[in-house]
């Protein structure tokens, strides 16, 4: 027979903030139904805040992954208000309940909106809007754990990016495969922190927003990632026949345009999203490794455009793109070939997939051979093409680098073109 956890036996802590500016949490109550078995918490906000749940047996976490079916005034943006309700269904997701004698409690956090949590979900489907996202202090919290499908198909899963005023190295000196006229090493500190997708836009998501699926490859396709769009399918029109790109509409510093993918996913989710500039870009993949490392923290050892560390981190040309190494594969090719599905390899250290490798990713910049005098800043300046980066299934190892820098027309729909985004949401 399962164990009730009785009102009784439950120390409840309210966290505080240390700094009494930010937002507070008082008055907490907990309780449970004898019947339903269900946990309810009550408590007061002074301001507005995400709100997010921890339980703790002894004062040690129960891990996120035990608090999950949590509904009401949690995991997400709250009003500031009294008697927010919170219910969470223990006997779902923490079925061994093995907290013997001792106490129980559950420390309830208000994050201000300038310092959000680690993860956000942002829904797009017909049901999503604004203010419908969701937020999570770590991985574990996720709900289904960050590499559950919904986050590939009807899901964005964001991740915070703390780059606000680090110093760090852009370009590189010395890597193999390193183009001397475009990779520059220069000191770059970026003036705010962001999100940025855990995944690449996969084919679903694309069609969620859009309606419309470009890609050329059709087998596998709900979770593979979207390619075959240009920059402008992505910013300045949606590509279809009924929409045409803008000329103007939708260049950077102006918004997307309205018909854009991005502009539809503003739209529908009232979130500042874009494309990540290609300093943000480079210093995501990077995750905190310096040149001669892949994002991961592992040596580069690329010998013969192969690497035996990018093996294990991303798709390319000798790890499954084309066949043997040098056969483009066919559009309707399983996802052994070509395009994986997303977040088939391990991810960086900072929890990102596929920042080496699978497709290109477009950049929101102009491209420029000397990007050194921007400080990291988003080259803006008209041009001719726009960057890409992270190489793709048909590139080489060292095309793969994160310091590695292409460039191409806004409107090239290559097959191995797509994009992850970024958004500034929660983080004012």
Same mark, same amino acid.
């Given at each position: 027979?399962?164990?009730?956890? /009785?009102?009784?036996?439950?120390?409840?802590?309210? &966290? &505080?903030?240390?700094?009494?500016?930010?937002?507070?949490?008082?008055?907490? /109550?907990?309780?449970?139904?004898?019947?339903?078995?269900?946990?309810?918490?009550?408590?007061?906000?002074?301001? &507005?805040?995400?709100?997010?749940?921890?339980?703790?047996?002894?004062?040690?976490?129960?891990?996120?992954?035990?608090?999950?079916?949590?509904?009401?005034?949690?995991?997400?943006?709250?009003?500031?208000?009294?008697?927010?309700?919170?219910?969470?269904?223990?006997?779902?997701?923490?079925?061994?309940?093995? +907290?013997?004698?001792?106490?129980?409690?559950?420390?309830?956090?208000?994050?201000?909106?300038?310092?959000?949590?680690?993860?956000? *979900?942002?829904?797009? !489907?017909? !049901?999503?809007?604004? @203010?419908?996202?969701?937020?999570?202090?770590?991985?574990?919290?996720?709900?289904?754990?960050?590499?559950?499908?919904?986050?590939?198909?009807?899901?964005?899963?964001?991740?915070?990016?703390?780059?606000?005023?680090?110093?760090?190295?852009?370009?590189?000196?010395?890597?193999?495969?390193?183009?001397?006229?475009?990779?520059?090493?220069?000191?770059?500190?970026?003036?705010?922190?962001?999100?940025?997708?855990?995944?690449?836009?996969?084919?679903?998501?694309?069609?969620?927003?859009?309606?419309?699926?470009?890609?050329?490859?059709?087998? @596998? /396709?709900?979770?593979?990632?979207?390619?075959?769009?240009?920059?402008?399918?992505?910013?300045?029109?949606?590509?279809?026949?009924?929409?045409?790109?803008?000329?103007?509409?939708?260049?950077?510093?102006?918004?997307?345009? %309205?018909?854009? +993918?991005?502009? $539809?996913?503003?739209?529908?989710?009232? $979130? @500042?999203?874009? $494309?990540?500039?290609?300093?943000?870009?480079?210093?995501?993949?990077?995750?905190?490794?310096?040149?001669?490392?892949?994002?991961?923290?592992?040596?580069?050892?690329?010998?013969?455009?192969?690497?035996?560390?990018?093996?294990?981190?991303? /798709?390319?040309?000798?790890?499954?793109?084309?066949?043997?190494?040098?056969?483009?594969?066919? *559009?309707?090719?399983?996802?052994?070939?070509?395009?994986?599905?997303?977040?088939?390899?391990?991810?960086? &250290?900072?929890?990102?997939?596929?920042?080496?490798?699978?497709?290109?990713?477009?950049? $929101?910049?102009?491209?420029?051979?000397?990007?050194?005098?921007?400080?990291?800043?988003?080259?803006?300046?008209?041009?001719?093409?726009?960057?890409?980066?992270?190489?793709?299934?048909?590139?080489?190892?060292?095309?793969?680098?994160?310091?590695?820098?292409?460039? %191409?027309?806004? !409107?090239?729909?290559?097959?191995?073109?797509? +994009?992850?985004?970024?958004?500034?949401?929660?983080?004012?």
């Amino acid at each position: 027979m399962k164990r009730i956890i /009785r009102y009784s036996a439950i120390l409840l802590a309210a &966290a &505080a903030c240390a700094d009494p500016a930010d937002p507070q949490i008082s008055n907490v /109550r907990l309780g449970q139904n004898n019947i339903s078995r269900r946990v309810t918490v009550k408590y007061n906000l002074d301001e &507005a805040a995400v709100v997010t749940m921890d339980v703790l047996t002894n004062g040690v976490s129960i891990g996120g992954a035990n608090i999950q079916h949590v509904s009401g005034d949690c995991f997400r943006k709250v009003a500031a208000g009294n008697d927010h309700v919170v219910e969470w269904d223990p006997y779902l997701s923490w079925p061994d309940q093995k +907290f013997g004698a001792g106490v129980v409690s559950v420390r309830m956090t208000a994050w201000a909106l300038d310092n959000t949590p680690d993860y956000m *979900a942002v829904d797009i !489907t017909a !049901t999503g809007g604004a @203010d419908t996202q969701t937020y999570y202090p770590a991985a574990d919290f996720v709900p289904g754990g960050v590499t559950n499908g919904i986050y590939k198909t009807t899901k964005l899963l964001m991740r915070k990016i703390m780059a606000k005023g680090v110093e760090w190295t852009m370009g590189s000196v010395a890597e193999s495969g390193r183009d001397t006229t475009r990779e520059t090493s220069h000191l770059v500190k970026l003036d705010a922190n962001y999100y940025i997708g855990v995944y690449e836009i996969t084919q679903t998501q694309w069609q969620q927003v859009t309606g419309y699926n470009p890609s050329n490859f059709t087998t @596998d /396709r709900t979770m593979r990632p979207v390619e075959q769009v240009s920059y402008t399918d992505i910013r300045q029109g949606n590509g279809t026949a009924s929409s045409a790109a803008s000329a103007t509409g939708g260049v950077y510093p102006a918004p997307p345009h %309205d018909d854009s +993918f991005l502009g $539809l996913l503003r739209d529908k989710t009232k $979130l @500042d999203f874009d $494309l990540p500039s290609e300093a943000q870009w480079e210093f995501a993949a990077r995750a905190g490794n310096g040149e001669g490392y892949w994002g991961d923290g592992s040596a580069m050892r690329i010998s013969s455009k192969k690497d035996a560390g990018l093996d294990l981190l991303g /798709r390319y040309q000798y790890n499954g793109g084309n066949i043997g190494g040098t056969t483009t594969p066919a *559009a309707n090719c399983e996802a052994t070939n070509g395009t994986a599905i997303v977040g088939s390899y391990l991810p960086n &250290a900072w929890g990102l997939y596929d920042m080496h490798g699978n497709v290109w990713e477009w950049c $929101l910049d102009w491209h420029a051979d000397d990007i050194t005098a921007l400080n990291g800043a988003v080259n803006a300046v008209s041009g001719t093409t726009r960057v890409r980066r992270g190489g793709g299934w048909n590139s080489a190892a060292g095309d793969c680098r994160a310091a590695f820098r292409r460039d %191409d027309s806004p !409107t090239s729909r290559g097959i191995n073109r797509g +994009f992850r985004v970024l958004c500034s949401a929660g983080l004012q």
